[in-house]
């Protein structure tokens, strides 16, 4: 079993849609999640980075945490064709430094 | 503020050769990393420097790679005698992580894509 869980998808929705993206993981050590989007031929860009368990809200962007279904999710509200990229989510646990990756979800927004 | 600089962007030699890739981090950035990224693998981590010391290289592939960081800042990884399992993109990631501090966000740079013939 990978230590984390990401379905590869493709995603496909129109423009305005809501966007759910979600992964599950094994470790339940993992204490920092973070969502990574990723622009065709470009490195992953940091969009959100939360703590433990709850919610985070930036912009159009929504971060959920579940420690205790080891489920994490990313809503994107209002989807643009802009959002259309490989979103990839990442963990750490304690003091440790390595992330540790899905494999990424692309998404296409369809204008 | 600058972000996370890679060169080469891109990078094609014959099998054998020996390839070296260059890292600059977010100024101030004390935590460096190497990830590899390639298809069907995802992103996977090579190795960690805090400061110029690399107290985990456990994701080296082999011998054949290796990295150096010169005062706290820049970082080269280099592959000798290349092959072509090597072909994947390289991604450097910086952090203002501390020895004894919560763990910051990693930035990353855009990637040496390698490609060996």
């Known amino acids: 079993q990978k230590e984390v869980e990401q379905d590869p998808g493709p995603l496909s929705v129109p423009e305005g849609a809501i966007v759910s993206l979600n992964c599950t993981y094994s470790?339940?050590?993992?204490?920092?999640f973070m969502w990574y989007r990723q622009y065709s031929r470009k490195g992953p860009e940091l969009l959100m980075y939360t703590y433990s368990s709850g919610n985070k809200e930036d912009g159009r962007f929504t971060a959920q945490v579940d420690k205790s279904s080891k489920y994490i999710s990313l809503f994107i509200r209002d989807s643009q064709p802009s959002d259309s990229a490989t979103y990839l989510c990442a963990m750490l646990w304690g003091s440790n430094y390595k992330l540790t990756f899905g494999k990424g979800t692309l998404l296409t927004v369809n204008p | 503020g600058a972000g996370v600089s890679q060169s080469p962007s891109n990078k094609v030699t014959e099998k054998g050769k020996d390839v070296e890739l260059r890292c600059d981090p977010i100024?101030?950035?004390?935590?460096l990393y190497w990830y590899r990224q390639s298809l069907g693998q995802g992103l996977e981590f090579l190795i960690y420097?805090?400061?110029?010391?690399?107290?985990?290289k456990s994701g080296l592939p082999s011998d054949r790679f290796s990295a150096e960081r010169t005062g706290g800042s820049v970082s080269t990884l280099t592959i000798q005698r290349t092959q072509q399992e090597d072909s994947a993109v390289y991604l450097c990631?910086?952090?203002?992580?501390?020895?004894?501090?919560?763990?910051?966000?990693?930035?990353f740079g855009d990637g040496t894509r390698l490609s060996i013939l």
């Open positions: 990631a910086s952090s203002s992580r501390d020895r004894d501090y919560s763990n910051q966000p990693q930035h």
């Open positions: 420097f805090q400061g110029n010391s690399a107290p985990d």
């Open positions: 470790n339940s050590a993992f204490q920092y």
């Open positions: 100024s101030g950035h004390t935590a």
